[in-house]
């Protein structure tokens, strides 16, 4: 009977993680969509023309630079290694307190 309960229960937890993650990647497209354009807040239309021909000829290393500078992974490692810094810089400067063991007489 317990066995069954704690299957379900983390049956429930692995479903719950997968909706969340869904959420979150959907949520990170619709947000990362926009981005190469330079409008995050860009209007939704559906668009016309023929996607076949007519794009812009770029290079490999201009191709970099724009999902570098726009991507959200970036930027979430950006800060991930600002606060990383910002720790290790709060650490150094905090004191180190020494601790000393004092004999204590008992009777």
Known sequence: MRRKFWKQKLEAKRLELG???????????????????GDPEMERVT??????????????????????KNSPAARIADAAAARNTAEVARAQRESNPRFTLARRIVL
């Open 47 to 68: 668009v016309a023309g023929d996607l076949e021909r007519g794009w812009p000829e770029l290079s490999d290393q201009e191709v970099l630079e724009a999902i570098s």
């Open 19 to 37: 909706q969340r993650m869904q959420e979150n990647t959907l949520r990170e497209e619709w947000r990362s969509s926009p981005q190469p354009m």
